[in-house]
């Protein structure tokens, strides 16, 4: 062993011990890496920053803002209610994600599956009151068992295909992976049913004055138009849409009457409802039924890059104390919509624009982001964190649905690969102002991204160093003492092992010919040495890092590097138990 290859397995092996302990967060450890790699020459300074342009980067950063805007549409909310209406209990929430994203990740790209039913695990995680973190990571690992079934499901099978054909002249078929990687789906599938709890239960990080803010009694007010889908909905099914987490506190008639919101009221055309709730449960409630908000005036297609919402609290000096919008006519002077207002410990029974408003009260304006500001200098109105409050915002429900299967569509095709088709998605969802374009940057995790881009080249100088061939010469040497099941697990083990530090194409790359050489020299046939190398390098289910699918769900799921072995090893164990004999059963050598 070479200095430099000792000196890439030592910062290697240390960077994971770092994670592992988690003292420092992981994109500090990863540039701590990079750092040290390069004083001591194992990472070139022309290299360093080559992670940055990499196509996993890409794919992840792209994957979030795509995750966003499908998520901003609502209408992944509109698609649970309607198709699972009744599962409620987290275990068969947990079963429905995890069996829809494995079956999705078979037949398109993993991480576009992943992106598809993020947006739904959110939404059943605030309906059942538990932390995403109890979903995310099983469906991202349902994502990587999924695409094991098929050529198309992830690039280890395609690359060990390509492999089969140069050696034998035949490659792959598109089902001759079904059997062996249904059969770990299956179990894979079985196990995060019952084992999800070893799992700990994370929050996402957030910064201590947005955590610190729970305003969950907003008042607003909005009308049932005769396009709306609430018309003959009653009081009840309505507060349904809001997960029961905002009532109906008001019914005035279009004839100007009052009527009292009994569960069993039905709603009519015209009718102006006076609704208190959380944000989220106003928002789903207000979008999925198409009321609109009878307090906002003006257009309702502003572009969103000029027009947002904000929260302030009034001060006690303000201006507004005593008033009501409708005295200050609100609109007409500053072009400003006033949503929703909130009074602790208070509901409201007046209309909004009637709501006399207190020192100390919070109120939700619309309006153009250049003139909030200074409107709020001037009322003396203090503005509270920005929340990403969706209240009263204009989006369009199918569209990014649309663009995310397009681009799905063109990889699956070979139009173009996963990085382009995945960036060209992200833009489009900007442009068609799918995701506010203000609220794009907010929406790439910064810490992954940054961890993941100077972890390609300190886990590169693997290769560069010579390194792999070290483990590819131990590899050969050991496996030519074991029985031919011995030597099928130890090339899936091994490939399972450096898949997180070569990412899974490059592991491919590296393995599947030494795999296919060292079974013709033993008299085997290859094929079930391929695939036990394409099924090590889609499985690492112990570090955030090895595949796209685990990176994604690491920020929003709020796991640390740690957490992944406890559900991970596991079922690695597991996916080596059910495969080996398999392959054997399927591809007998």
Not at 49 to 76: C, K
Not at 314 to 330: D, M, N, R, V
Not at 341 to 370: A, K
Not at 523 to 549: K, M, N, R, S, W
């Amino acid at each position: 062993m070479t200095l430099p290859q000792a000196l890439a397995f030592l910062i290697i092996g240390g960077m994971v011990a770092a994670f592992v302990w988690g003292r420092w967060r992981y994109d500090v450890v990863a540039v701590g890496a990079l750092l040290i790699a390069m004083a001591f020459g194992v990472v070139s300074p022309a290299a360093a920053f080559s992670g940055f342009s990499d196509d996993i980067v890409i794919i992840v950063g792209s994957a979030l803002v795509v995750s966003a805007a499908v998520s901003r549409s609502g209408i992944m909310e509109i698609a649970v209610r309607r198709f699972a209406p009744n599962i409620s209990t987290p275990r068969a929430q947990l079963v429905l994600l995890v069996l829809i994203v494995t079956v999705l990740s078979a037949f398109i790209k993993n991480i576009g599956a992943l992106a598809i039913m993020m947006p739904i695990a959110f939404q059943m995680a605030r309906r059942s009151g538990v932390s995403p973190s109890m979903f995310l990571m099983p469906m991202s690992f349902g994502a990587l068992l999924g695409g094991l079934m098929t050529q198309i499901g992830t690039s280890p099978n395609i690359i060990v295909s390509r492999v089969r054909m140069d050696m034998t002249g035949q490659a792959f078929g598109m089902f001759d992976y079904t059997p062996v990687g249904l059969a770990l789906a299956v179990a894979g599938v079985i196990y995060l049913a019952f084992c999800y709890r070893l799992l700990p239960e994370r929050q996402r990080e957030r910064g201590g004055l947005d955590s610190a803010i729970d305003i969950k009694n907003y008042t607003t007010e909005a009308r049932v138009t005769d396009e709306s889908t609430a018309i003959g909905l009653t009081v009840s099914e309505l507060q349904a849409l809001g997960d029961r987490r905002a009532m109906v506190t008001r019914i005035v008639g279009a004839n100007g009457h009052p009527r009292t919101p009994l569960p069993d009221a039905k709603l009519r055309a015209g009718d102006i409802l006076l609704v208190s709730g959380e944000p989220v449960a106003l928002d789903q409630m207000v979008s999925q039924a198409g009321l609109v908000f009878s307090e906002r005036r003006g257009p309702a297609t502003r572009d969103a890059a000029d027009f947002g919402i904000i929260e302030a609290v009034i001060g006690e000096t303000s201006g507004l104390i005593g008033a009501t919008a409708q005295e200050l006519t609100l609109f007409d002077r500053t072009g400003l919509n006033l949503l929703a207002v909130s009074r602790r410990d208070q509901r409201f029974t007046e209309r909004l624009g009637q709501i006399r408003f207190q020192n100390g009260d919070v109120i939700l304006l619309q309006g153009h982001i250049q003139r909030l500001p200074e409107l709020l200098r001037e009322w003396d109105c203090l503005p509270l964190v920005e929340r990403g409050l969706r209240l009263g915002s204009v989006r369009n429900s199918i569209l990014p649905l649309v663009i995310l299967l397009i681009a799905m569509a063109a990889t699956a095709i070979g139009l173009v690969p996963v990085a382009p088709a995945f960036f060209a998605a992200a833009v489009a969802m900007v442009v068609s102002r799918s995701v506010p374009i203000r609220e794009v940057y907010g929406h790439l995790d910064a810490p992954i991204l940054v961890m993941l881009a100077c972890l390609i080249p300190v886990s590169d100088s693997l290769r560069t160093t010579g390194g792999t061939d070290l483990i590819a010469g131990f590899l050969s040497m050991t496996a030519a003492t074991l029985p031919g099941w011995g030597a099928l697990a130890l090339i899936m083990v091994v490939a399972m092992a450096v898949t997180p530090f070569l990412n899974n194409a490059a592991t491919v790359l590296v393995m599947a010919p030494i795999a296919a050489t060292f079974a013709t020299e033993l008299g085997y046939a290859p094929e079930a040495f391929l695939l036990a190398v394409a099924i090590g390098a889609g499985c690492d289910f112990l570090t955030p890092i090895g595949h796209q699918c685990n990176t994604l769900v690491m920020g929003p799921g709020g796991y640390k590097f740690g957490d992944y072995w406890r559900l991970g090893a596991p079922l690695s164990i597991l996916v080596v138990l059910v495969a080996v004999p398999m392959l054997m059963l399927v591809w007998p050598f």
